[in-house]
T-cell receptor, first 112, second 113 residues
Framework: DAKTTQPPSMDCAEGRAANLPCNHS???????VYWYRQIHSQGPQYIIH???NNETNEMASLIITEDRKSSTLILPHATLRDTAVYYC?????????????FGQGTILTVHP | DGGITQSPKYLFRKEGQNVTLSCEQNLNHDAMYWYRQDPGQGLRLIYY???????QKGDIAEGYSVSREKKESFPLTVTSAQKNPTAFYLCASRTSGAADTQYFGPGTRLTVL
């Protein structure tokens, strides 16, 4: 799995968009970008994933650069409940093993 | 959390006792996983199962055992051989396909007294 780099922490005002960056310059052609988050003392929550096209679901949008070396997770209207650690993971899909490796992630703090 | 349940949420155990953590899923997923998380640390894989009646050791299987008799269930037993069992335990199941995705349960926090 390709290595990812995320800022250790970010702040965001409630109601504003939160833009969380992730660098993955060694990503391979068959590797997907996944985003998870973990709120304190809870299990990780899947947010979104993509291969090369931008993706949007009810939780967030994922913007992947054309060269696929970086991506941005966008929470369009952050709330206090979005305070969590956000993990960007790059891995090939459909592998038989399937282990997820979480890095240090970005601690997002949403303040009033 | 999706359709994955773990019980109990909190568990206390005396040293030398075995304890079993429950994990059930109604997502019809073939693959299931057990991870361990220590404070401020990432997830470490204990065991995984890709299909009923089959399971494989992960990175830190020593002191743990599992079974997979039903598709929906993947219980984890923490044995007395596990030297440092106090941790947050997470169960996950995985979709199949090219963009497979893992979904996690709420976790069980085990404390050894």
């Amino acid at each position: 799995d390709a290595k990812t780099t995320q800022p250790p922490s970010m702040d965001c005002a409630e109601g504003r968009a939160a833009n969380l960056p992730c660098n993955h310059s060694t990503i391979s052609g068959n590797e997907y970008v996944y985003w998870y988050r973990q709120i304190h003392s809870q299990g990780p929550q899947y947010i979104i994933h993509g291969l090369k096209n931008n993706e949007t679901n009810e939780m967030a949008s994922l913007i992947i650069t054309e060269d696929r070396k970086s991506s941005t997770l966008i929470l369009p209207h952050a709330t206090l409940r979005d305070t969590a650690v956000y993990y960007c993971i790059v891995r090939a899909g459909g592998t038989s093993y399937g282990k997820l490796t979480f890095g240090q992630g970005t601690i997002l703090t949403v303040h009033p | 959390d999706g359709g994955i349940t773990q019980s109990p949420k909190y568990l206390f155990r005396k040293e030398g006792q075995n304890v079993t953590l429950s994990c059930e899923q109604n997502l019809n997923h073939d693959a299931m996983y057990w991870y361990r998380q220590d404070p401020g640390q990432g997830l470490r894989l204990i065991y995984y199962s890709q299909i009923v009646n089959d399971f494989q050791k992960g990175d830190i299987a020593e002191g743990y055992s599992v079974s997979r008799e039903k598709k929906e269930s993947f219980p984890l037993t923490v044995t007395s051989a596990q030297k440092n069992p106090t941790a947050f335990y997470l169960c996950a199941s995985r979709t199949s396909g090219a963009a497979d995705t893992q979904y996690f349960g709420p976790g069980t926090r085990l404390t050894v007294l």
